[in-house]
């Protein structure tokens, strides 16, 4: 089944290049992440980018892995729980992945 197309959106995320870029993500995800809507004009990420992100782990056992938008976002500073697309809360528990950049050809 697919998800409502009011529950994504095009989002900032501020790269270890320098540059911002826009990504299409969950709205509910952005706002945990630190994200601002993008506008229009803004370019997407570029392809053999991978934008940094948190790990943790609900009080069930579920695995999380939320994408922060900037390295001043708050969770990446200092982390702490947030809650995820299906109402888990998660905490973090496995740390932080910073921005990768794949050579492309």
């Given at each position: ?15 270890d ?6 990504v ?82």
């Open positions: 089944m697919s998800e409502p197309l009011d529950k994504y959106g095009r989002h900032l995320y501020f790269s290049d320098g540059n911002t870029y826009a299409k993500m969950m709205n509910v995800l952005a706002t945990a992440g630190g994200f601002d809507v993008a506008g229009s004009g803004v370019p997407d990420l570029p392809s053999g980018y991978e934008m940094r992100y948190i790990l943790g782990e609900s009080s069930t056992g579920a695995k999380g892995k939320l994408h922060i938008a900037s390295v001043t976002t708050a969770l990446w500073v200092t982390p702490a729980s947030w809650t995820g697309n299906n109402a888990t809360v998660y905490s973090v528990g496995y740390g932080a992945v910073g921005e990768r950049r794949h050579a492309t050809l």
